[in-house]
């Protein structure tokens, strides 16, 4: 009935109308004295010409309205049109009736009229830009359709405590209105929409996943954590507004300072019974809960004071009490014990030595044997009478030497420099007689270093191959300990027992 007002009569009072003036019917323009009749004529006219521009525009705008919106956009968009959109045609229609009346009612150019419109148009467009984006943001908002009337939406901004949840009640022109949880209405501008990651917890179903995280200290084994929680999570599904059929479950998120963070998720229905701040509450809630019943609570910061005795971190290598301390670091003494080490820390000495010092002479008789504390040396012999000393080998901190000497009573085989300045401990073959005597397997470790120096040495002479060297190193070892032990006036049961 309505359209009957708003478009037929309309149309059919214009198509009367512009009959009547086509066909010249002028018994409606009244009659005066000869002189006015002119100017009354033209009023007449022109008057008649604007209201049929004005009706034409009108019936264009309603018949646009009802069968090409509503029919026909309407059907294919399967929606109602946004409002937004018949109004701009609306307004497009109108322009060009205004346009219609200054050019045909008063015979003015056109062309003066757009031109002035579209400058006009761009000082207004430069002023309201905003307003233009907001406009076309709605446009597309419209036509886009990310999100509707009665849906669900989650605005996104740089942090989370600032996003916006909330239902849409109104998409205007302008901007889209949400009503949040807390009964607020947010209307925020189409323009800065674009900007922003829009959530529509409405597109596919309302049941919606969440998520909620739980600290918990990291003496609390990480299944019982997570039994604990599940279930608390699980005992709310037959709630209002929880979903049955999806399984809330657990996740370890990450460790830091404070704890392990668990994350709880949970699927609800938001708005059909619970909102997701609700929801949210009462599964902390019941989690909070389980946890106090199990004797779980939640971890805090906090930290761990130890006290106990101050470890030395700098030992001095002149201090007694602190040598013995690094002999017994090195792997050759390490198997001693206290009252070993004692024997022969008391009686070694700490030696310097500058850096090019020469420590041992190729070819001298001696009777100790050297570790090295800190520093670096090489190892230098000739590799025939004729040629000068070659560099054979590096000794490092931890290592020893001048053990062969000592060991065998044969004269020093190679010449040891400093590459650095070093300190060594010199201990003399009686200072660890006593010791020796009791470990024989501190013999055989350094009789098989010897025997591995010495087939160094020859193989570098002979150019031995690797199995002449272990063939060598084998047989060499064996009888240096029988040579030890002779060297050492040790008894010769002894010898024989422990020899390995
Ligand atoms: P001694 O023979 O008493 O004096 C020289 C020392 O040099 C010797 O004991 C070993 O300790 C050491 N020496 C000899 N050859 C080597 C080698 N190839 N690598 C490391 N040290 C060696």
């Known amino acids: 009935m309505s359209s009957i007002y708003k478009l037929y009569i309309p149309t059919l009072f214009l198509l009367g109308l512009i009959g009547a003036e086509l066909l010249g019917a002028d018994w409606l323009i009244p009659h005066f004295e000869l002189e006015q009749q002119e100017m009354v004529e033209l009023s007449y006219h022109r008057g008649l010409w604007i209201f049929i521009w004005l009706l034409g525009s ?9 069968f090409f919106w509503q029919k026909w956009i309407s ?9 937004l959109l018949i109004n701009l045609s609306n307004v497009c229609i109108f322009a060009i009736s205004v346009a219609g009346i200054l050019g045909h009612v008063f015979e003015m150019s056109l062309t003066g009229f757009w031109t002035t419109s579209s400058v006009f148009g761009l000082i207004i467009g430069f002023a309201l830009r905003n307003m233009i984006l907001d406009l076309f943001t709605g446009l597309a908002v419209n036509i886009d359709r990310p999100y509707q009337i009665g849906d669900w939406i989650e605005v996104q901004q740089r942090t ?14 302008r901007s889209t209105r949400i009503l949040t949880e807390e009964n607020r209405l947010v209307v925020i501008p189409n323009s800065l929409l674009t900007t922003f990651v829009v959530v529509n917890l409405s597109s596919s179903g309302l049941e919606t996943r969440f998520e909620t995280s739980f600290t918990l200290d990291f003496s609390v084994p990480p299944g019982r954590a997570k039994r604990i929680i599940e279930a608390a999570a699980r005992s709310l599904i037959y709630e209002e507004g929880f979903c049955r ?3 809330p479950h657990v996740l370890l998120r990450e460790t830091d300072t404070i704890g392990v963070h668990y994350l709880l998720r949970f699927w609800i229905t938001p708005w059909q019974g619970v909102t997701p701040g609700q929801a949210t509450s009462k599964v902390i809630t019941r989690v909070v809960d389980h946890l106090t019943q199990a004797g779980v609570t939640l971890a805090y910061p906090k930290q761990d004071h130890y006290f106990a005795e101050m470890p030395i971190r700098h030992y001095d290598t002149r201090n007694h009490a602190d040598s013995k301390i690094i002999l017994s670091r090195l792997s050759l003494f390490s198997s001693m014990n206290d009252r070993e ?7 070694m000495r700490r030696r310097f030595f500058y850096k090019g010092d020469t420590l041992i002479k190729a070819g001298e008789e001696a009777e100790s044997m050297f570790v090295i504390v800190e520093g670096l040396l090489e190892v230098r012999a000739k590799l025939s009478a004729a040629k000068s000393d070659v560099r054979i080998n590096e000794l490092l901190p931890g290592h020893f030497f001048g053990e062969m000497s000592m060991l065998t009573d044969e004269p020093r085989s190679a010449t040891i420099v400093a590459t650095t300045d070093t300190i060594c401990y010199e201990i003399g073959k009686e200072d660890i007689r006593e010791v020796f005597e009791n470990r024989p397997e501190i013999i055989a470790m ?38 030890i032990f002779s060297s050492f006036k040790f008894k010769t049961s002894h010898q024989q027992d422990q020899t390995p």
């Open 160 to 173: 989370a405590d600032m996003n916006v949840l909330g239902k849409v009640v109104e998409i205007n022109w």
């Open 245 to 247: 059929d999806k399984e």
């Open 75 to 83: 059907k294919s968009m399967g929606g109602e049109v946004p409002t």
């Open 341 to 347: 080490l004692s024997q022969v820390s008391d009686k």
């Open 446 to 483: 350094i009789s098989e270093t010897i025997a591995k120096r010495k087939v160094l040495n020859d193989a570098i002479k002979k150019e031995w191959s690797d199995r002449e060297k272990r063939e060598e190193t084998d047989s060499i070892s064996k009888s240096l300990v029988t040579r």
């Open 58 to 66: 009108y019936s264009c705008q309603q018949l646009l309205n009802v």
